[in-house]
């Protein structure tokens, strides 16, 4: 008992302490991308931490079986470099009991990678997409930000105002572009607004507009013949009304129970590739174990690299069999469990091929001893 409470003492800390730098990593990427889509005027930014937030269980998700591989192949490791692990063996510890008393911390962390996996990381994706619906219904008033140039309708209308107001309604230096389209999309030019302030106008039918006052409108290029400047006192620009999506189609979104029992290819690959993350725990420790195994003359890290890509093969083979799979090229019988299959071998592999060899090996030794 006192040996399985300090391995596993072991093993859980390192897997936080990893666990941890990965999720700072790979949160402070995503963030940096949610941060220039608010700067953008894409995003409210006010919004940023709450979508962090609901994007948190699917990173976990991911993380923590990588977390644990590493976990195990560094405190293991730093146990043979300081010899503990020769005493253990010395005492009767085999690799197979050291792998059942691994299995432990490795069931906690399977549980709570298939509570992410088939419970919350559903729900927060689901949550995430309802966030970017209410985003995509924000109008241009809801994201302006006084002295910054704002791009929308991908890029052909831009609008700078250098004053806004607290409640956002009243403008002060305003500034329009928008490139004009003909029925066949054909551009026809720029049309420019420019104004010395202007506001919003709510009318009863629910129409947005922006009353613009004391200003210019170009349209056309500069030289040619249909170019023309528009002085006014006042001007109305209507505002489209986006439209408010309730709906969810992306199937990480989708509650695990609604994906049961559909033959959707995309569903079923969704559906085994939520129950495939907490079998990944158990194939990851089965091949931690062994891997983690060094000579002390060699230092902890000789197999850390070979581990790490190992890892990264397995889970870059199961997402494009994945992919395979909802595009249908695989039988969804078949799926993503030969994938488990393969490496579930490799596993066993390694697991008794250092033992067999090291017996062989010892055995040729007595022979030649005999002959000797």
Do not use: C
């Amino acid at each position: 008992m006192i040996v399985f409470r300090y391995l596993s003492r072991e093993i859980l800390l390192t897997l936080s302490a990893v666990s941890a730098v990965l999720l700072v990593i790979i949160m402070s990427g995503r963030f940096v991308k949610f941060l220039a889509q608010a700067a953008s005027g894409a995003l409210d930014p006010g919004s940023l931490f709450l979508i962090m937030g609901f994007r948190l269980p699917g990173f976990l998700q991911l993380i923590l079986p990588l977390g644990l591989f590493l976990g195990i192949l560094l405190a293991y490791g730093r146990l043979y470099l300081e010899s503990e692990m020769t005493v253990l063996s010395a005492t009767g510890m085999s690799q197979q009991r050291l792998l059942g008393i691994t299995m432990i911390p490795a069931a906690l962390v399977a549980l709570l990678v298939a509570w992410l996996s088939l419970s919350l990381a559903p729900q927060g994706a689901n949550q995430f997409q309802l966030l970017l619906n209410k985003q995509d219904a924000l109008t241009e008033f809801d994201t302006l930000v006084a002295g910054r140039f704002q791009a929308l309708n991908d890029g052909t209308r831009v609008t700078y105002t250098e004053q806004l107001s607290e409640d956002r309604t009243n403008l002060g230096g305003v500034f329009i572009s928008e490139k004009r389209l003909g029925q066949q999309k054909k551009d026809e030019g720029i049309s420019v607004l420019v104004a010395e302030k202007g506001h919003q106008d709510i009318r009863p039918d629910g129409n947005r507009y922006l009353i613009l006052e004391n200003g210019y409108r170009y349209d056309g290029n500069p030289g040619e013949a249909n170019y023309r400047v528009i002085k006014y006192d006042t001007y109305g620009v209507l505002l489209e009304r986006p439209d408010v999506s309730d709906e969810v189609t992306d199937r990480d979104a989708m509650p695990t129970a609604d994906l049961i029992g559909k033959d959707d290819l995309r569903a079923r690959a969704e559906l085994q590739w939520r129950l495939s993350l907490p079998l990944l725990v158990f194939i990851v420790t089965l091949m931690a174990v062994p891997l983690s195994r060094v000579n002390p003359r060699q230092g902890r890290f000789l197999k850390l690299i070979p581990a790490i890509l190992l890892y990264m093969a397995y889970l870059t083979i199961l997402i494009a069999v994945r992919g395979a799979l909802e595009k249908g090229k695989i039988s969804p019988a078949l799926g993503l469990w030969w994938v488990h299959l393969l490496f579930l071998l490799i596993g066993l592999g390694l697991m008794y091929w250092e033992p067999m060899r090291l017996k062989m090996a010892s055995r040729r030794s007595v022979k030649e001893m005999a002959r000797g």
